[in-house]
């Protein structure tokens, strides 16, 4: 008989972790089948934004993650421009830098104290999905082939996914740049800060990780090699000394490697009852640091989608939407960094000196760069929303200071912990409650008047006053996005 689950999940990487926690904490039962036979110590992404921090925090782990990483106030754009991240609204106003096993590891812990199970060394051979379910075939580590039986699957298994593979989906795109040299360094002269050059002969990027060793990207204009050829220290080195001046005494790589930035995505998020996410819907060059970034906001989006269809208790269209929301911000990402890659990569030294004299005017003009500051941490990722909506419909949800609250939740992502939809409202009927809302109350007087906030952290509603015509139109939104409440109309 197969092995079955609610939700079978391929990947354990971030994105699939962040699904796992979020779904064993809405009380679903989940599986995460690995490839790997042990957890990674390596670090492919290491730059934590502030919008991935609003979302650790609404899980109740962001400030242990924050406690072990280095806060950066500065983003490094073109040349010698830097985005000042202290003006940003949020709680968390830099970017973070923390191995990326570190994010691994408490999201991992939260999804298995929440009741997920995470397979290690269970490596996928097929997948068949019918009008019920999906069937997994997997390859033990042990050498048994055991079947498992899901409501629904992910493949957040990255770019060589198993299941977009299994679905016949194609991944269009193109290599973006090829030969760029990674290596995991210690330098005789530490450095606090990410520092990033270009010039004619290539690119060097160096930043320190958290844990005392620093990543290298480097990219050499004359030197393009296959991504299997051996990659010496040397060769990192001397491209570096020539896009930053120095080397930083580099020595003891723990790590070197090669590899090519590719610019693809999937066409479609979903097929029947299989979902991707993360690297395996989309992949993009690494300025900017927006891969895992994305991932988990992919994840946070699927996670209450696929929760609710699993009760029974989805509105039409909730799990469609994922696609709808998700897909043009994967567009978006790819478009941005492989610009920001290729203004780096700019061959003239004429174009190259205009193009840093803007980024430098730019990030003087405060109203510009704090939209810049809000698109490159994710504060800016905002969803359509209907015509006549109010305007924060659709955008980040503020996290307000709460007069009351679940348990001891003093501001809403504290609220937001419960994986459940939020109604903030002085007013709240008792019709609203349902297993999938909790009402909480403004500490103080707050525009909009009342707000429905999604699992997400995303406002599905809101209004700007709290009178009966706003409560009847209250009590449609949670119909509409929620599901049915507690004596209302069958």
């Not at 048994?144 to 990255?158: I, L, Q, S």
């Not at 269009?172 to 010039?199: K, T, Y």
């Not at 690297?279 to 989608?305: E, F, I, K, Y």
């Amino acid at each position: 008989m197969p092995e079955t689950t609610e939700v079978l999940i391929v990947g354990a990487g971030p994105t699939g972790l962040m699904l796992a926690g979020d779904l064993a904490a809405a009380g679903v039962s989940v599986t995460v089948l690995e490839r790997r036979t042990r957890k990674s110590v390596l670090t492919r992404a290491f730059a934590v934004h502030a919008r991935t921090l609003e979302l650790l925090d609404a899980r109740g782990i962001a400030d242990e993650l924050v406690a072990g990483g280095a806060r950066i106030d500065r983003l490094q754009m073109i040349g010698d421009a830097q985005l000042d991240l202290a003006r940003l609204p949020s709680r968390f106003p830099f970017m973070l830098l923390t191995p990326q096993h570190e994010t691994e590891a408490l999201l991992a812990g939260r999804a298995e104290a929440l009741g997920a199970e995470v397979v290690l060394g269970a490596e996928v051979t097929g997948l068949r999905q019918d009008a019920d379910g999906v069937r997994v075939s997997v390859r033990r580590s042990d050498g048994t082939r055991p079947t498992f039986r899901a409501r629904y699957a992910v493949g957040a298994d990255g770019m060589n996914s198993v299941v977009r593979t299994a679905l016949g989906l194609p991944f269009p795109g193109r290599a973006a740049l090829r030969s760029v040299m990674l290596a995991d360094v210690r330098l005789s002269v530490p450095q606090q800060e990410p520092v990033a050059n270009a010039v004619r002969e290539g690119i060097a990027f160096v930043s320190p990780l958290g844990d005392g060793w620093h990543r290298v990207v480097a990219w050499d204009r004359g030197k393009q090699m296959p991504v299997e050829a051996a990659l010496g220290l040397d060769d990192v080195r001397t491209i570096t000394r020539k896009a930053l001046g120095t080397d930083f005494g580099m020595h003891d790589p723990r790590w070197l490697s090669r590899f090519q930035t590719d610019e693809r995505q999937v066409p479609r998020y979903r097929v029947g009852r299989v979902f991707l996410a993360g690297d395996a819907a989309h992949v993009h060059s690494p300025a900017g640091g927006q891969g895992m970034n994305t991932g988990l906001q992919d994840a946070a989006n699927l996670a209450w989608r696929l929760a609710a269809a699993v009760r029974g208790q989805a509105p039409d269209g909730v799990l469609d939407a994922y696609e709808a929301e998700r897909h043009p911000i994967g567009r978006s990402v790819i478009r941005d960094s492989g610009r920001m890659m290729r203004m780096a990569l700019v061959h003239s030294p004429v174009v190259r000196t205009l193009v840093n004299a803007a980024s430098r005017t730019a990030v003087r003009i405060p109203p510009l760069a704090d939209r810049m500051a809000a698109k490159a941490t994710g504060i800016a990722v905002a969803y359509p929303a209907p015509s006549g909506a109010h305007p924060l419909a659709g955008k980040r949800a503020p996290d307000l200071k709460l007069a009351s609250g679940p348990g001891t939740a003093k501001r809403l992502y504290e609220a937001l912990r419960a994986c459940r939809f939020v109604l903030v409202s002085r007013h709240a009927p008792a019709t609203v409650s349902t297993e999938r809302l909790v009402t909480v109350a403004p500490a103080g007087p707050t525009a909009p008047a009342m707000m429905l906030v999604r699992p997400d952290g995303y406002v599905a509603w809101a209004a700007d006053h709290d009178d009966k015509d706003d409560h009847d139109a209250m009590l449609a939104a949670i119909d509409a996005w929620v599901g049915a409440r507690q004596g209302a109309a069958q």
